[in-house]
Nanobody, 125 residues
Framework: QVQMVESGGDLVQAGGSLRLACTAS????????AGWFRQAPGKEREGVAT????????YYVDSVKGRFTISRDNVKNTLYLSMNSLKSEDTAMYYC??????????????????WGQGTQVTVSS
């Protein structure tokens, strides 16, 4: 059974930093593209950042470029998201997700098969 468990969400002031982690089990994590998605109240879930299995390619939504960094450790089966210069508009539930192989649409939620339960990030202004 595939499980993806997020951690690291918290309440933080604007301008602050957080690091999210997602540990995967029940799958060959190193064979999967993995990513972070977020959903704010009343909004659709959106892709934030994704990384291919080797870590050589990363993709970011424009609103987080230069502030967020996605990384992975395939030995620990863990995905990370380092978030700096947080803004109130970053407030959302953050989910990690994985899909086997590559995708032409790395920030599209429908491309991903396995999902975690989410971790809440709240940025106060």
């Amino acid at each position: 059974q595939v499980q993806m468990v997020e951690s690291g969400g918290d309440l933080v002031q604007a301008g602050g930093s957080l690091r999210l982690a997602c540990t995967a089990s029940g799958l060959s994590f190193a064979d999967h593209t993995a990513g972070w998605f977020r959903q704010a109240p009343g909004k659709e879930r959106e892709g934030v950042a994704t990384i291919i299995w080797t870590g050589e390619m990363t993709y970011y939504v424009d609103s987080v470029k230069g502030r967020f960094t996605i990384s992975r450790d395939n030995v620990k089966n863990t995905l990370y998201l380092s978030m700096n210069s947080l803004k109130s508009e970053d407030t959302a539930m953050y989910y990690c997700a994985a899909k086997y192989g590559l995708t032409r649409y790395p920030l599209r939620t429908s491309e991903f098969h396995y999902w975690g339960q989410g971790t809440q990030v709240t940025v106060s202004s």
